[in-house]
T-cell receptor
Framework: EAGVTQFPSHSVIEKGQTVTLRCDPI?????LYWYRRVMGKEIKFLLH????????ESGMPNNRFLAERTGGTYSTLKVQPAELEDSGVYFC?????????????????FGEGSRLTVL | KQEVTQIPAALSVPEGENLVLNCSFT??????LQWFRQDPGKGLTSLLL?????REQTSGRLNASLDKSSGRSTLYIAASQPGDSATYLC??????????FGAGTTVTVRA
């Protein structure tokens, strides 16, 4: 079974340009998360989708960031216009429905991350 | 606000020695706690997950304990090998589902 996949693995853009990151979660996982690690800092929560709905986007830095999850499958994270401080690694993770059943531990599975460099 | 601290920040040991990595968190109202491994330039690999009702989990040479009341978790790696060199991250999953990460412990196992 395929894990969480992210594209691109690395993107280098100039300040003011637009970048779109994509995440394909594990098939059947309703929960999809975006996290970010900027240089020297801990990994921080950005937002959480349950299927196609945004459950929590309190971690989004500002309105230059837009996340979507059309049809409850893959998700995109667009940064427009990109600024220097947006550089970092953007991780996507997915998990099964957090229904609290004995079979569901809520374990998160992460992708390899998309490294964004803004020059 | 949940704060997760990992000590030490870096650790270097000779091959064969046991590793002890510490994680502490400020809010004990958690859903579960997950330990990850990250190799340079790679993603996060889940090592062990401990649910809030559990006290420990074991997988091969790895053992993780959880003491919710004191806000601590410890990851033990027995008989370390050079292939264990990586950054180990502790992440706490509170009831609001926003995983909180520690800064990690970077481990170097010398051959």
């Amino acid at each position: 079974e395929a894990g969480v996949t992210q594209f691109p693995s690395h993107s280098v853009i100039e300040k003011g340009q637009t970048v779109t990151l994509r995440c394909d979660p594990i098939s059947g996982h309703d929960n999809l998360y975006w996290y970010r690690r900027v240089m020297g800092k801990e990994i921080k929560f950005l937002l959480h989708f349950v299927k196609e709905s945004k459950q929590d986007e309190s971690g989004m830095p500002n309105n230059r960031f837009l996340a979507e999850r059309t049809g409850g499958t893959y998700s995109t994270l667009k940064v427009q216009p990109a600024e220097l401080e947006d550089s970092g690694v953007y991780f996507c993770a997915s998990s099964q429905d957090l229904s609290g059943t004995s079979l569901n531990t809520g374990e998160l599975f992460f992708g390899e991350g998309s490294r964004l460099t803004v020059l | 606000k949940q704060e997760v601290t990992q000590i030490p920040a870096a650790l270097s040991v000779p091959e064969g020695e046991n590793l002890v990595l510490n994680c502490s968190f400020t809010d004990s109202a958690i859903y579960n706690l997950q330990w990850f491994r990250q190799d340079p330039g790679k993603g996060l690999t889940s090592l062990l997950l401990i649910q809030s009702s559990q006290r420990e989990q074991t997988s091969g040479r790895l053992n993780a304990s959880l003491d919710k009341s004191s806000g601590r978790s410890t990851l033990y790696i027995a008989a370390s090998q050079p292939g264990d060199s990586a950054t180990y991250l502790c992440a706490v999953f509170p009831n609001d589902y926003k995983l909180s990460f520690g800064a990690g412990t970077t481990v170097t196992v010398r051959a």
